[in-house]
């Protein structure tokens, strides 16, 4: 009788497992999530969908805009670049305020419509304006005609639409991430793969949903139609609204647990007050949480690490910290869980690896900047069709697509076989490690290409954006695009997974965050070597690297400065990702993150 009731108990449980989630997610109604009712490849598909849907309206606004800064605003080269630079590290400086509400107070899925909302006013108030007020006279802002000097309110009005548009991309782009991956139980051992594939396709989403933007969008905006962009752009951006809402009862959502920043804090001061209490060496005699209390908040106990021994005493128990013994009251000023102090551990450890990031991020930015204006100083035109620099960002998309395929397919089982048994391929510190010396190779490719530029440019040139500025093919630009694209599936899919994973439970949408505020500082370090750069390469009366006419600049220096920094950068990488030690949590500890597997 007794093993019949074990047995019965045993089925129960496995019932239960197949029919809730395990990982604490709940529906649209907080009700704990039924796995065939909610999440899973149904509502990442639409997710998957939305993403592409509000990068092609994004990037219908980003890829072009250093030319419509020079074109129809009037701006040099190296201010456009700059302006561009800044506005991009904009657009990323804002996913961490998306985060913090997410994380803390409104939850993902409320995050992500209200900064959708947010994004396509933005673009609607940037199409109005550029349309009444920017494109004038009528049929300016193309290659060959630069349009008339605005007044401050006009350039006013632009700027408050550009930056409402970074405002509703930054706040929702890390936390539609996130909500994707909310879609697959961890616990699950089928919906854990399906997880990690989703953010391959993820930025799969992202990188096709700027191809049209890049391509279509880019050569009419190039054409000099630059409000029809915006309408289009305008347009998507509504459409991606309408499939996010239409795919609420299908999702899968995870409460906020509150202000991060004082939990933080509490680990601070509880360390320092009990600074001078020794503590075992083992991790004896430190303070947790009974389990349903981690239970009812969604979250999985992390376990003790060795690392930053001074802020275990944040969880060391004395004699002073329970005021009520019998019901386990204590004041969190002076004692905190494990789990708590170990999510200060987590963030500490992270931000040497995310700081290694940044440089890769600003090679990345060259893409929507240098680059294009690079290609606009070449020859353009194939046969009698001209091809717009900026879509010459197709390569980079195309380049994602395959590499992520051959990854996936090819790359990833041959890395499998030859690591130990059940490994999984490369880990995400490996592969970011390999983007960045793929970054290092696209860097040298666009140094050698524009010393060709130059050698067969027209140094009367006077607009290095003219036709014909160089008889060198801009088709020459295909093999640094394809590396950058290259050095994306490694660095940042890798990086994308590598943070949702390393993250503490509470804190999921700022692990997406620090992927998108990686990109914004690469953005404004790249602003400041421009300016440090022109300011250095001017004296004299020099006219500088990065002229208004490229032709008498040497955009070659700058490329070959960017390979030189990012291969220091590598060397200082490889450092920061021995030292790693992963986030140990209750439960299952995936092979991928045990500590000798994250040696890069």
């Known amino acids: ?58 990037f219908g606004v980003g890829v072009n805009l250093v030319l419509f800064l020079t074109r129809v605003l009037g701006q040099n080269n190296a201010d456009a670049a700059n302006n561009v630079s800044k506005w991009t590290g904009t657009v990323y400086i804002f996913s961490l305020i998306g985060a913090f509400l997410s994380d803390s107070y409104w939850g993902r899925y409320k995050t992500c419509a209200v900064f959708q909302i947010i994004f396509v006013l933005g673009l609607a108030s940037l199409s109005l304006s550029s349309y009444l007020f920017l494109l004038k006279p009528r049929g300016c802002g193309d290659r060959d005609n630069h349009c008339a000097p605005h007044s401050s309110m006009e350039i006013g009005l632009f700027n408050l639409s550009i930056y409402l548009v970074a405002l509703g991309n930054g706040g929702y782009q890390p ?103 020794e503590t075992p060496s083992g991790g004896e005699n430190l303070y947790e949480v009974a389990g349903k209390e981690h239970s009812v908040n969604a979250t999985r106990r992390m376990l003790h690490t060795n690392g930053f021994k001074s802020l275990d005493k944040a969880a060391f128990i004395t004699s002073e910290d329970f005021y009520d013994e019998e019901q386990s009251l204590h004041n969190p000023w002076r004692l905190c869980p494990v789990t708590q102090v170990e999510e200060v551990k987590c963030i500490l450890r992270l931000i040497p690896i995310w700081l290694c990031t940044i440089i890769y991020s600003v090679v990345f930015t060259q893409m929507a900047s240098l680059f294009v204006e690079q290609g606009a100083a070449m020859k353009t035109t194939v046969s009698s069709f001209r091809i717009p620099p900026a879509s010459m960002s197709s390569f980079d998309i195309v380049s994602v697509a395959a590499f992520i395929f051959i990854y996936r397919r090819i790359l990833e089982p041959v890395a499998s076989s030859i690591r130990k048994k059940d490994s999984k391929g490369l880990t995400e510190l490996q592969r970011m490690g390999i983007g960045l010396i793929i970054a290092v190779m696209a860097m040298v490719s666009a140094g050698i290409v524009e010393c060709y530029r130059l050698r067969y440019s027209k140094k009367a040139c006077l607009h290095c954006g003219a036709s014909s500025s160089s008889s060198l093919s801009i088709l020459w630009q295909i093999p640094q695009y394809v590396l950058v694209g290259a050095s994306e599936v490694f660095m940042y899919v890798g990086q994308l997974e590598f943070f949702n994973a390393q993250t503490p439970d509470r804190l999921k949408s700022f692990g997406s965050a620090l992927c998108m505020t990686s990109i914004s500082l690469g953005n404004y370090v790249s602003s400041l070597l421009v300016s440090i750069v022109m300011k250095i390469s001017t004296e004299d009366n020099m006219p500088g690297w990065i002229p208004g006419n490229l032709n008498k600049g040497h955009l070659d220096r700058f490329y070959f400065l960017l390979a030189a920094l990012t291969m220091i950068d590598f060397i200082v990488y490889l450092g920061c990702a021995k030292w790693y030690n992963c986030t140990k949590r209750e439960g299952k500890c995936d092979e991928n993150h045990q500590e000798d597997e994250y040696a890069a």
């Open 1 to 58: 009788m007794a093993i019949l009731k074990v047995s019965k108990e045993v089925i129960r449980v496995k019932e239960e497992e197949e029919t809730f989630t395990l990982d604490g997610s709940v529906d649209q109604h907080g009700r704990p999530a039924i796995r065939q009712e909610a999440g899973k490849w149904v509502a990442g598909i639409i997710i998957l969908l939305n993403q592409g849907l509000a990068t092609l309206a994004f």
């Open 175 to 277: 936390n539609i991430a996130t909500f994707g991956a909310d879609q697959f139980d961890e616990e699950h051992s089928k919906e854990a793969l399906s997880k990690v594939s989703f953010f391959s396709y993820f930025y799969l989403a992202l990188n096709l949903g700027s191809l049209f933007s890049n391509t279509v969008l880019g050569y009419f905006e190039d054409e000099g139609m630059w409000a029809l962009g915006f309408w289009a752009s305008t347009a998507s951006a509504f459409a991606a609204l309408l499939l996010f809402l239409s795919g609420t009862p299908r999702y899968r959502h995870f409460k906020p647990s509150g202000n991060p920043f004082s939990r933080f804090c509490q680990v601070i001061v509880s360390a320092v007050r009990k600074s001078r209490v």
